[in-house]
């Protein structure tokens, strides 16, 4: 007996034309799938259309996906991942300029005005250290570190040897570690 809930079972199913199944797989990635855009464009509102992108095209592609033993989740990010950079090369920016429009989107639950803005402030801050860093660095960190995939499956989705990922995140984390070291002492 299948699981009702596996991404495995529930691909198939919807490979078949089960649309109730694609809907459960829209469930289980809707969020993963918007932190990894929403953190390549940092724009709240692209990132919704990025994502409605996403899905439709899943399910346009799904009569020639192939089980190849991953995750289905793969299939869907490497989807997100083109539709990011078709979203640039259109936009032709690397990432959303307005700091401001950025830090007003960041969901803030403190309950006081100073906290308000040293949050803001401080998010301003990370997207700035962010900026810094390569597009190959931003991506591998938001990868691991956001939607919590492992080196072997960034690895795949980047196209690029697991000793590269590693690579990338050790450089990645030591660019921000100064960027952050650097902002903070010159206050």
Request: hydrophobic share 40%.
């Amino acid at each position: 007996m299948t699981d009702a809930t596996d991404p495995k079972d529930l691909m198939e199913r919807a490979r078949a034309g089960d649309e109730e199944a694609f809907s459960l797989l829209y469930q289980q990635y809707l969020t993963p799938i918007f932190r990894y855009i929403y953190f390549r464009i940092l724009h709240k509102e692209d990132a919704e259309d990025l994502l409605q992108i996403v899905f439709l095209k899943a399910y346009q592609a799904l009569p020639r996906f192939k089980n190849l033993g991953k995750e289905p989740l793969s299939f869907f990010y490497t989807i997100a991942r083109n539709a990011v950079i078709d979203h640039r090369r259109k936009k032709h920016e690397v990432l959303a300029d307005d700091t401001e429009k950025f830090a007003k989107h960041i969901a803030d639950t403190a309950p006081s005005a100073v906290d308000l803005i040293a949050a803001r402030d401080e998010s301003v801050i990370v997207q700035q250290a962010l900026k810094s860093l390569s597009d190959d660095q931003r991506e591998a960190l938001t990868l691991k570190y956001i939607n919590d995939m492992s080196n072997e499956e960034i690895s795949q989705l980047m196209q690029k040897e697991e000793p590269a990922v590693r690579q990338l995140h050790s450089r990645g984390l030591k660019a921000l570690r100064e960027k952050l070291w650097n902002t903070k002492t010159n206050k």
